[in-house]
C-alpha cells in the first residue's frame, strides 16, 4: 500500500500526501511546494508518506 501511495506521490505530490493524512496542514504546505517547484512537491510528499 504505502508502494501505492509514494508512486502517486511521485505523480502527482498532493493527492499522495491527502490520502495520507487528510486536508491538514501538510496538504497545504504540499500544494505550495509544489507549485513553487515540483520537485520539493515530491520530496515533501514521500516523506510524509515513509515516515509513518
Known sequence: MDL???LI???LPPLG??????LG?????????TL???IPGIVH???????K
Open 4 to 6: 501505492i501511495r509514494i
Open 45 to 51: 510528499a514521500v516523506y510524509i508518506i515513509a515516515r
Open 25 to 33: 496542514k501538510h496538504f497545504w504546505l504540499n500544494i505550495l511546494l
Open 17 to 22: 500526501v491527502f490520502l495520507q493524512e487528510g
Open 9 to 11: 506521490a511521485i505523480l
Open 36 to 38: 513553487l517547484g515540483y
